[in-house]
């Protein structure tokens, strides 16, 4: 169920843990009675990618620390603007720092006036009930001109749902981020599932291989010395 | 009363939030250990220039200087508008984060922040040469000898292992340091009302001194009539020394009490982090005594000592504070119970005098009404700062109050800080078991998702203060 304004502010006063949270609301017009929804403000914090500084993004085998090399923060001040090339991706937040209750999911969707100046602004727009934290924007520029994207400018909105039952998961990798964040793109768990299944398949198709090419989808390092 | 221009430097301080958000804007994007800010001098811009020089010889030096070069126009610049004496001219894309702290301050003040744990760090230091030189030389892996000439005034020096770089608590310890460079900047502060009460610091003296001669005069007299001439000379010596140590064990306590009225508790219980109970040194109090005068500042500001989460946890350190008052006096120095005992009888005066100081501005921005607003003795049972716990505790930023519990919004930065020390004393384990750390990394992520929570209120509650001026959206 979409929550109106007025359910909104309702759930806005609830006690904790029910609360729900977005701060600071900085004019009364980011809250609008007769709105589904609450606009957001762009934050200060912004990642840019130096594309020259990595060749590709191999989730399996890229470490760490060549993502920092590869991903720079950028902060810029309330007042002078952040500027998006054409077909430029960069990593943005949300000035308002969210917190949902367990019974409330969220979608941080983009507003038409900046959508038709080819402004995009989230593409994994769901949010989990539960999360806490600044909303990861990621902004791109399919317009033809440069884009002076200032901070604190409404460039966004939170529309909020109510499920039909309350939802627990486990904290996020993201979860109380005051700032955009580079995710880990493969878990734990997954790259290990992932290398046994690569082990396992080339373990039961080695027979069949012998004379012919190597099997696809093996890892970089294996292909190179094969 | 009216406040005159250096009463309000007396409260302008208090913009010490711009400085830690400078530092964790600094220090986490930048891999350098050697971090220079808010330098407000023309001597220690020689100083910059002469690391610039060095660094150009070297592979690691040379990365540095890209790295000052990338901020070093707009640092020169901002520099130059402010030696032409032309502050209010600077443009607002250059004004540092520090520029609000420093500028009440000039002429003459500077602070020297820098991030890299080297001996010497958290002091007001007088041969900052001296430590730039240390630093510069652990950055660069080998000796230097021509790098810094000695500053001579006092600066506030403070440094960061690089681990505790995003430790917001820890930066709390800046309060003690501008406490030591707004004494030396402030040699004629007798305008402030309770300024007598100081002096009496001058006859606690005279009288330490009285009573080392009658206690070292015996073994002195015996000394002469066994001929020995040294034993006078080191009579006359004890005197001096006692009348040395005296004055800076007070300039010490001066700072302790002004870091306790700029951040409220934060600064004691960083003190116990830091230093726990160290015993007395020519230059630094016994830890007690410095417990007890910033106690009694907090007692002054409204402190209940049972009903406060912080105090609640400082109650048990409380009673070890007492043995150690009761403890025979470790060193070996016998001149240090004589001016222990007359300093503790004096450490009420020194906190009367900058509490009682902070209560006389209540006019001035950022006034000790907005502290005082947070910890008014009415307000600490279901308080501000119990409904930033428990925001935190739900992993909410502590940047305001609601309205709806009648509380002041948004928060000041005192209240921040003190709310996440009592979040980390009294409700830590609740707090990382909600994240599901139970394992040591996963008790320092959330221990780093605190200090981000904790940063964020503060950016947030300013960012309100300057936006609506405390016009927030009524719910």
């Known amino acids: 169920m979409l929550l109106s304004a007025k359910e909104i502010r309702r759930r806005m006063s609830l006690p904790f843990p029910d609360r729900l949270v977005v701060t600071p609301l900085l004019a009364d017009h980011q809250l609008r009675d007769g709105e589904a929804g609450i606009d957001v403000r762009l934050g200060q914090d912004f990642i840019v990618a130096e594309r020259a500084a990595l060749d590709r993004i191999d989730p399996l085998n890229i470490p760490p620390q060549h993502l920092t090399g590869y991903l720079r923060r950028v902060r810029v001040p309330i007042g002078d603007a952040f500027v998006l090339h054409p077909r430029q991706f960069a990593l943005g937040a949300t000035l308002e720092y969210c917190r949902l209750p367990y019974d409330l999911a969220a979608d941080v969707i983009g507003r038409s006036r900046w959508a038709r100046v080819g402004l995009v602004i989230a593409m994994a727009t769901f949010v989990q009930p539960g999360y806490a934290g600044c909303l990861t924007l990621e902004l791109q520029n399919l317009g033809d001109l440069p884009l002076d994207l200032y901070p604190g400018l409404p460039i966004a909105q939170l529309v909020?749902?109510?499920?039909?039952?309350?939802?627990?998961r486990r904290p996020s990798q993201f979860h109380c981020s005051i700032g955009p964040e580079f995710p880990d793109l493969v878990d734990r768990s997954d790259r290990l599932a992932l290398e046994s299944f690569q082990n396992e398949f080339t373990r039961l198709s080695a027979p069949w291989t012998q004379q012919a090419d190597p099997p696809r989808g093996r890892r970089r390092g294996t292909r190179r010395t094969g | 009363m009216a406040i005159d221009d250096k009463d309000r430097t007396f409260f302008k301080l208090k913009s010490l939030h711009q400085l830690v958000l400078s530092l964790r804007r600094h220090c986490s994007h930048s891999a350098s250990?050697?971090?220079?800010?808010?330098?407000?001098?023309?001597?220690?811009?020689?100083?910059?220039?002469?690391?610039?020089?060095?660094?150009?010889?070297?592979?690691?030096?040379?990365?540095?200087?890209?790295?000052?070069?990338?901020?070093?126009?707009?640092?020169?610049?901002?520099?130059?508008?402010?030696?032409a004496g032309e502050a209010n001219r600077i443009p607002n894309a250059l004004v540092s984060p520090l520029h609000a702290i420093m500028q009440p301050l000039a002429p003459g003040s500077r602070v020297v922040v820098w991030c890299g744990w080297i001996p010497g760090n958290y002091s007001a230091e007088p041969k900052v040469g001296e430590c730039l030189k240390r630093t510069?030389?652990?950055?660069?892996?080998?000796?230097?000898?021509?790098?810094a000439r000695a500053v001579p005034d006092v600066l506030a020096v403070l440094s960061f292992p690089a681990a505790e770089r995003d430790n917001v608590l820890l930066h709390s310890a800046l309060g003690h340091e501008l406490g030591h460079v707004l004494l030396v900047h402030n040699k004629d502060v007798d305008k402030y009302p309770g300024r007598t009460d100081l002096k009496l610091d001058e006859q606690a003296l005279r009288a330490a001194a009285e009573r080392i001669d009658a206690e070292t005069g015996a073994i002195s007299a015996d000394a002469k009539v066994s001929g020995n001439i040294f034993s006078e000379r080191m009579y006359r010596q004890v005197s001096a020394f006692?009348?040395?140590?005296?004055a800076r064990w007070r300039d010490e306590l001066f700072a302790d009490a002004y870091s306790v009225y700029l951040l409220g508790p934060a600064p004691v219980l960083?003190?116990?982090?830091?230093?726990?109970?160290?015993?007395?040194?020519?230059?630094?109090?016994?830890?007690?005594?410095?417990f007890l005068v910033m106690l009694e500042c907090l007692r002054l500001s409204g402190f209940a000592r049972e009903d406060d989460n912080e105090l609640g946890w400082l109650a048990p350190k409380l009673a070890e504070i007492r043995k150690a008052c009761d403890a025979p006096p470790g060193p070996s120095n016998p001149v240090f119970p004589i001016i222990e005992e007359c300093v503790s009888q004096h450490t009420c005066r020194i906190a009367d005098y900058v509490m009682?100081?902070?209560?006389?501005?209540?006019?001035?921005?950022?006034?000790?009404?907005d502290w005082a607003r947070c910890y008014a003795p009415t307000q600490l049972a279901s308080g501000t700062r119990n409904c930033l716990v428990d925001r935190l505790l739900n992993y909410v930023i502590p940047d305001c109050n609601e309205?709806?519990?009648?509380?002041?919004?948004?928060?000041?930065?005192?209240?921040?800080?003190?709310?996440?020390?009592?979040?980390?004393?009294?409700?830590?384990?609740?707090?990382?078991?909600?994240?599901?750390?139970a394992s040591l990394q996963g008790k320092h992520r959330a221990r780093q998702r605190l200090f981000n929570l904790l940063l964020k209120g503060i950016e947030s509650s300013d960012l309100s203060q300057r936006w609506g001026r405390g016009d927030a959206v009524k719910r």
Not at chain 2, 67 to 80: I, S, W
Not at chain 2, 136 to 147: G, I, K, P, S, W
Not at chain 2, 356 to 369: E, K, L, V
Request: aromatic share 10%; with cysteine.
């Open chain 2, 356 to 369: 009682g100081a902070s209560r006389d501005a209540s006019a001035a921005p950022y006034t000790y009404a």
């Open chain 2, 33 to 83: 250990s050697l971090l220079l800010w808010g330098i407000v001098d023309q001597s220690v811009r020689r100083l910059i220039r002469d690391v610039e020089r060095l660094d150009a010889s070297t592979v690691a030096g040379a990365d540095l200087v890209r790295r000052l070069a990338e901020r070093g126009d707009n640092l020169h610049l901002y520099l130059g508008f402010l030696e």
């Open chain 1, 160 to 168: 909020v749902y109510e499920s039909m039952r309350a939802v627990r």
């Open chain 2, 270 to 290: 960083a003190l116990y982090d830091l230093a726990g109970l160290p015993g007395p040194s020519p230059t630094h109090p016994p830890g007690y005594l410095r």
């Open chain 2, 242 to 246: 006692a009348a040395k140590t005296l």
């Open chain 2, 136 to 147: 510069v030389e652990d950055v660069f892996r080998r000796r230097t000898h021509h790098v």
């Open chain 2, 403 to 437: 309205a709806a519990d009648g509380h002041a919004l948004p928060a000041s930065l005192a209240s921040i800080l003190n709310s996440g020390w009592a979040l980390f004393y009294g409700h830590w384990d609740s707090f990382c078991k909600g994240l599901g750390a």
